[in-house]
C-alpha cells in the first residue's frame, strides 16, 4: 500500500482544519473514537468519570540531561495533558484517580536534569502532576497505551571547547548517537486506529511517499503533544515493532524481521557474487608518505590482510580474497582483489597520498633586565693624646693608641674610628671627599662616600625552525658546562674523580596542526638555560645554571603573533648600617652610618608566530594527481 502526498505538486497546501475535518470524517465509519491535530489540541472537555488510576510514577535521565516522566496506568480511557504555566510543566489527567501512597512530592534535583520537583497531587476528580523547573527547557509528551511519558529536554548552547578527555568524548558520542528531529512540531491523539491511517497522516505533514508492506497492520493508541513529526513516526513504528528504510523521497516501513531478511539476502547475493568475480592486481605507487606506513596503517584497520574474522573483512577495505603488499625499495603498494575493491583502495591512498602544507615557526625570547643601586657612606677617624704623669691616647685601635704613645706619630688615614665606606658588588669605583685636620696632639680624619649605578639590558634569541603539519619540530643551540664530581670511598683509598656534563641550551620544541579554518594548533615547549656563577667546591668549580622553560598548547591564525608566556620579577632593597645612637644625630649621623638601596627588574617575554607554507601546485593540479595520472593503467 502507498501513501503519496500530491499537495507538494501545489503551490500553497489546504487549510489545517479543512484536512483534520475531512480525515475525522473518513475515520469515522471505521473507529469509534479519533481526534486529530496538526496544530495545539483543543481545551479538553469537562472530566468524565474515573475509569483507571495511576499505578506507578517514575523519573529517570535520559540522553543529553534530559529529564523523563513516565506515569503507568491501571484500567482503561487515561487521557493525560500537558501545559507549560509559568516556568513550569503541569500534566493534567482527567479521568485517573491518584492513591494516597503517590501523593507525595519527588526530589529529582540530583538527577541534574532541569526537572528540579516533582509534585503529584488529587486535582477536580484526576490528577495533576506539577515539574518546577530551572533554565531554558523544551518539553513534549507521548502516550502508547497505558504509559505516558514527558520529555524535559534542556536547550543546548555553545558548548565550551577544552582538552579531550573521556568525559568529553562521552559527551560528544551521546550527542552524534542521538537522532536529531528537525520535523514540524505536531500534536496527536489516536484512540485504537489502524497503523496505516496514522501512516497516512505523517506523509500529508511531511511531504514524503511512505510505502507499507501488506504485514503492517493492527491498531495503535497514541496521544503525542507538540512533537516533530518525523519522532512521531519512530514513536509509532517502535510501539508496532516497525521499522523503515528511506531512498530519497520514499520512506519503506515494514517489521522489523521482514527488512532484516531483505537486507540479509541482499548482502548474501551481493557477497555470492563478488565470490565469483575474478580477481585483479593492480600497482600503487605512494609519492609522499611511506607504503610500508601506509601499509601499517590499513593492516591495522579491522578487516585488512587476514586481520580479523570474514563479517569483519566484509566491512573493511578489502574483501575475504582480497590482499595487500608494500615494497619498500620502489615505495608501492601492490593490491591483489575484485575490481571494485581495488578501485576503492586507490581513490582511498590517492587521498592518504598528498602533499602536506609546511609551518614556518618563529619565535623570540625577549629577557629584559633593569637595575639601580645607590649607596651612601662615610669613614671617621679621631686620634690625639695628652702627656703628663698619666699619658692617655685616642685612636681607632690599641696598636695605634700604643704607637701614638711611644712614638707620637700619627697615621694618615689610619686609625679610624668608623669605617662604613660605599661600597660596590662588581668592584666599581666610588666617588669620595676626604678632610683632615692635624694638630700637635690631635688628628682628625673624615671621608664621605656615594655611588649610583644603573645597568639596563636586552638578551633577545631568534629560534626559527621550519616542519610538515602535525610533525614534530626540534632545534637546539647551546653548550655543555663540565664539572668534576667524586665517586667511590669506602673501601677505596681515593675516590675516583669524573667530568659530567651539563647541558645549557636554547631549545624549541613544536608540533603544528593546521586547521580547516587556515588557523595552526601549536603544541609548544620553549627551554632557555643561563649560566649565572660558578660555585667554588674543595673539588672545582660547580656551575649555577637559571633555567627558564614554558610548556603549552596554543591556537593561533596564520601569521599572527601571540605572547605564549611571560614572567616579571621585582626586587627593593634597603639597608641601612650604623653606630648605635650616633647614628641616628640628626645632620651629624650621616658620619655614623652607611644606607643602601637597589632595584632590580627582569622580564621574561616569548613571542611566536607561525606561518602555513602551502604546497606548490604545478599547472593548477595538485603535484600528488599528476604523479598519480602518469602511472599506466592495467
Not at 637559571?546 to 593561533?556: F, K, Q, Y
Amino acid at each position: 500500500m502507498t501513501f503519496s502526498n500530491a499537495q507538494s505538486l501545489r503551490t500553497c497546501r489546504r487549510p489545517a482544519i479543512i484536512r483534520a475535518c475531512g480525515l475525522g470524517l473518513a475515520l469515522a465509519l471505521t473507529t469509534p473514537f479519533l481526534a486529530v491535530a496538526a496544530t495545539p489540541a483543543a481545551p479538553a472537555a469537562a472530566p468524565a468519570a474515573a475509569k483507571s488510576k495511576v499505578s506507578q510514577i517514575d523519573f529517570k535521565r535520559g540522553d543529553g540531561g534530559a529529564g523523563r516522566l513516565i506515569l503507568r496506568f491501571e484500567g482503561e480511557g487515561a487521557v493525560a495533558d500537558l501545559r507549560n504555566q509559568d516556568g513550569s510543566v503541569v500534566v493534567d489527567v482527567a479521568n485517573a484517580t491518584l492513591p494516597a501512597e503517590l501523593q507525595r512530592p519527588l526530589n529529582v534535583t540530583d538527577f541534574a536534569t532541569p526537572v528540579q520537583r516533582i509534585d503529584a497531587k488529587p486535582y477536580a476528580g484526576g490528577t495533576q502532576l506539577v515539574l518546577a523547573t530551572r533554565g531554558e527547557f523544551e518539553s513534549l509528551a507521548y502516550q502508547t497505551g497505558n504509559e505516558y511519558v514527558v520529555e524535559i529536554t534542556p536547550r543546548a548552547g555553545a558548548a565550551a571547547v577544552g582538552a579531550v578527555s573521556g568525559a568529553a568524548v562521552t559527551s560528544a558520542q551521546a550527542r552524534v548517537a542521538k537522532p536529531g528531529y528537525s520535523g514540524r512540531p505536531v500534536t496527536f491523539n489516536f484512540q485504537d486506529v489502524p497503523v496505516r491511517t496514522v501512516l497516512q497522516l505523517i506523509a500529508e505533514e511531511s511531504n514524503l511517499n511512505i510505502v507499507a508492506s501488506d504485514t503492517v497492520q493492527g491498531n495503535v493508541t497514541l496521544r503525542l503533544v507538540n512533537v516533530p513529526w518525523d519522532q512521531a513516526m519512530d514513536i509509532v513504528l517502535r510501539a508496532k515493532g516497525l521499522d523503515k528504510r528511506r531512498d530519497g523521497s520514499v520512506i519503506w516501513v515494514a517489521p522489523q524481521p521482514e527488512l532484516a531478511a531483505f537486507e540479509k539476502a541482499k548482502e548474501d547475493a551481493r557477497i555470492d557474487l563478488e565470490n565469483r568475480v575474478d580477481l585483479v592486481t593492480d600497482y600503487i605507487q605512494v609519492n609522499y608518505h611511506s607504503a610500508a606506513s601506509i601499509f601499517k596503517a590499513l593492516t591495522e584497520a579491522k578487516g585488512i590482510g587476514g586481520q580479523g574474522s570474514s563479517n569483519n573483512q566484509e566491512n573493511g577495505f578489502l574483501s575475504p580474497r582480497g590482499r595487500i603488499v608494500a615494497d619498500e625499495r620502489t615505495n608501492t603498494l601492490m593490491i591483489s582483489d575484485i575490481p571494485k575493491k581495488v578501485a576503492q583502495m586507490r581513490e582511498l591512498i590517492n587521498v592518504i597520498d598528498r602533499p602536506v602544507d609546511q609551518v614556518l615557526i618563529e619565535s623570540r625570547i625577549v629577557i629584559a633586565t633593569d637595575s639601580f643601586a645607590r649607596d651612601l657612606g662615610a669613614r671617621f677617624g679621631v686620634q690625639g693624646r695628652e702627656i703628663g704623669n698619666n699619658s692617655r691616647a685616642i685612636s681607632g685601635s690599641l696598636t695605634e693608641t700604643h704607637n701614638i704613645i711611644d712614638n707620637g706619630e700619627y697615621e694618615l688615614p689610619g686609625g679610624l674610628n668608623f669605617n662604613l665606606p660605599a661600597t660596590t658588588a662588581n668592584g666599581a669605583n666610588v666617588g669620595a671627599l676626604a678632610y683632615t685636620l692635624l694638630g700637635a696632639n690631635f688628628a682628625i680624619d673624615i671621608e664621605l662616600s656615594a655611588l649610583q649605578q644603573e645597568g639596563r639590558g636586552e638578551v633577545l634569541s631568534n629560534p626559527r625552525v621550519v616542519t610538515s603539519n602535525q610533525r614534530e619540530a626540534i632545534i637546539r643551540q647551546g653548550r655543555e658546562i663540565g664539572y668534576v664530581t667524586l665517586t667511590g670511598g669506602g673501601n677505596q683509598a681515593f675516590p675516583t674523580p669524573n667530568v659530567q656534563f651539563k647541558d645549557v641550551v636554547l631549545e624549541l620544541k613544536v608540533t603544528p596542526t593546521i586547521t580547516s579554518d587556515d588557523r595552526v594548533f601549536m603544541a609548544v615547549n620553549v627551554l632557555k638555560d643561563e649560566v649565572l656563577r660558578y660555585i667554588d667546591t674543595s673539588i672545582g668549580q660547580v656551575p649555577e645554571i637559571a633555567t627558564r622553560e614554558i610548556n603549552t598548547a596554543v591556537l593561533v591564525d596564520d601569521g599572527q603573533t601571540v605572547v605564549i608566556g611571560g614572567v616579571y620579577e621585582f626586587t627593593d632593597a634597603n639597608s641601612v648600617s650604623k653606630v648605635p645612637f650616633l647614628g641616628n644625630v640628626p645632620f651629624l649621623g650621616a658620619f655614623f652610618k652607611k644606607t643602601s638601596r637597589s632595584k632590580e627588574k627582569a622580564e621574561l617575554l616569548i613571542f611566536l608566530t607561525p606561518k602555513v607554507m602551502r604546497v606548490e601546485k604545478r599547472g593548477g593540479i595538485p603535484q600528488a594527481q599528476m604523479l598519480e595520472a602518469r602511472q599506466p593503467r592495467g
